[in-house]
């Protein structure tokens, strides 16, 4: 099985496009310098892969990987099994068909391609919804086709293309305080356990961490008790896809910078505290290449700022200038790291 890192070991990584590094020379600088891993933003997943039936484009894939290499970097396989990212014809082959010869040839063919060189691979992205699934499960394709078990399949699958790999489920939405992710963390923690107990291959998860500053206060206990949950099933904890949506724009941009951090240095003084965590990424590196955006309902200042007002939830700007993000990726990652020597 991939390496299992000790806390004084912990990655700080990021997502990212091999087509923006190739295109800007300070970003291909910033991702080799600043980063130990990259996960491969849209990359890997089966609708870049094999978009069309039988015609398959790796050579994105393949570049990223190269890049990592060549700077030493880690890659982190995202994602095998997401509804989102599934292609057309292959959604129409699975409800027509109910084949599952076709799932197992999509993750045969990817995990095998790169096996001896990614060794963490989220095996089935975002599986919980307590408020529209279906016993906290989300009512997608392949629950429709193949049923709950459609997990257990796929991790199973994923083990027989690559014994040595580890595996993740990978999930958003625990991070506050409101009855939703209240029910999503108590859902997550029953699919784990079940998983567990059937002896399904399953070696560790993939939190999310979208944080929101209109969520209100993160609970401290509460995360700490769930991540704690985690542990002691004996799962490794990744932290896959942190960043920060703002919902007030009408602060200055040292003020607004200010509360994306304020808020990363609380979620991370709360997780890394756990051993079990073992590495932070970011969805993304720089503003310019953000998938945040303002959204309807949020508060904006138009005289002052504009109608863009960007959201400021990556570690740099968009002339890729570190902000207090930046720092307290570093300060936290540092800070607990020495705390777990002791």
Known sequence: MAETLRPERRLLGACARIDQIEQDAELAACVASQFSSVTPEIHLKWNSVENKEGQFW???????????????????????????????WALHQLRRDGDWGLVERHIHRVMGRYRDVIGDWDVVNEPIDTQNGRNGLRRNTFQQVFGSNYIERALETAHEAAPQARLLLNEYGFEYDNYVEVERRAAFLSLLQRLLDQGVP???????????LGKGPIPARDVADFL????????????????????????????????????????????????????????????????????????????????????????????????????????????????LRR
């Open 202 to 212: 399953l070696h560790a998860v993939g939190i999310q961490a979208h944080l929101d």
């Open 228 to 339: 704690q949950a985690i542990a002691d099933m004996g799962l490794a904890i990744l932290i896959t896809e942190l960043d920060v949506k703002e919902r007030d724009y009408r602060a200055t941009i040292a003020e607004r910078d200010m509360r994306v951090s304020d808020e990363v240095r609380r979620y991370l003084d709360i997780a890394l505290t756990q051993p079990a965590v073992e590495s932070v990424t970011t969805w993304g590196v720089t503003d310019r290449h953000s998938w945040l955006q303002v959204e309807r309902g949020d508060q904006v200042d138009p005289e002052r700022f504009g109608s863009a007002a960007p959201n400021r939830g990556l570690p740099f700007d968009s002339d890729l200038r570190p902000k207090p993000m930046h720092v307290a990726l570093q300060d936290a990652i540092g800070q607990n790291q020495q705390a």
């Open 58 to 88: 790796f050579g994105p894939v393949d570049r990223l990987i190269a890049f990592a290499q060549r700077n030493g970097q880690r890659v982190h396989g995202h994602a095998l099994i997401w509804e989102q990212s599934t292609p057309d």
